[in-house]
């Protein structure tokens, strides 16, 4: 903005002038646009920040004068203090300031979760009376946050479980055994036959487990057929075969024995408790056999 005077002179009487000046006042009304660029950002936890970029993006050029914008970030499913830092900044634009980066340090908060996100805001502060004229668009940025450090290890809580067939239950524990969730983990679990054969020695399982945050130890209950044989002990096993997402997810253990100790016993004593025989016969049959069981 900038004024200039006008003034009359008169060259012949007796003419009067008055008011012989007057004064002009030329009003810049050219717009001027402010905003991100671009308005999407992603960054992983490993990278340790997120820089924002601000730039006067069209319009006039400003000239002998500044403009005060103030970035401020805003939580979303992440946030301030756990997730990333707060960060408040005046931004001043002027001639020789058409861009401006903010850089937004994000926090390893240790828990493997979803990706998380959060908001950069712009807002006008001053722009030397002339504010009407100064655009912010686009005011509003959105920031990812992808985990790519934090991993959790999930396992069965033993390598091998020993229970007796008339037990009726085999239980295994698979737990999350490293690590902190903050997002579902789905895994397969299966048994594997062995000595042990499903459905006459145990009950054959094959079922999702879902971890989570509240949810970071699960048993699993197998049934077990007493056949009613005496026998040796005979095994099976467990196993993990699938899991989602896959990404630093590690399954160790992934597989544990099962033993199934017999609780079966046999009687085995003569037919008869009393035998007579010739001393001129020579031999006499005797019958062992069992007798229960």
């Known amino acids: 903005t900038f004024s200039y005077s006008l003034t009359l002179i008169g060259e012949l009487t007796p003419v009067m002038l008055s008011p012989n000046v007057t ?11 402010i905003g991100f660029d671009p308005i999407q950002y992603t960054v992983n936890v490993s990278d ?25 970030t805003k939580d979303g499913t992440a946030l301030a203090g756990q997730d990333y830092n707060q960060t408040s900044q005046l931004l001043t634009f002027n001639q020789d300031t058409t861009n401006i980066p903010v850089a937004v340090g994000i926090i390893n908060n240790g828990y493997y ?33 992808i985990d790519d450090i934090n991993g959790v290890t999930i396992g069965f809580g033993q390598t091998g479980y020993s229970f007796f067939e008339n037990q009726r239950y085999a239980h295994v524990t698979v737990s999350v ?15 594997i036959r062995g000595s042990a054969v499903g459905p006459g020695d145990y009950a054959e399982t094959d079922i999702i487990l879902v971890f989570n945050a509240s949810t970071p130890n699960i048993t699993v209950y197998i049934a077990l057929v007493d056949d009613g044989l005496a026998e040796d002990d005979e095994s099976f096993a467990a196993q ?35 035998y007579q025989v010739s001393k001129h016969q020579g031999s006499i049959p005797l019958k062992i056999q069992v007798l229960r069981g």
């Open 48 to 72: 340790g920040y997120v820089t924002f970029n601000m730039s006067i993006l069209g319009g006039a050029t400003i000239k002998g004068a500044s403009v005060e914008v103030m970035f401020s």
């Open 23 to 33: 004064m002009v006042t030329i009003m810049d009304n050219n717009t001027l646009t």
């Open 113 to 145: 979760e979803d990706d998380i996100i959060f908001q950069a805001n712009l807002a006008l502060q001053s722009a030397t009376g002339y504010e009407r004229f100064v655009t912010l668009s686009p005011a509003m940025a959105t920031a990812t946050i």
């Open 177 to 191: 055994l490293q690590g902190q969730l903050k997002k579902s983990v789905v895994i397969q679990f299966r048994t």
């Open 240 to 274: 993990f075969y699938a899991v989602t997402p896959s990404g630093l997810v590690t399954i160790a253990p992934a597989t544990t024995g099962i033993t199934i100790i017999d609780t079966n016993s046999v009687t085995i004593g003569f037919g008869k408790q009393s």
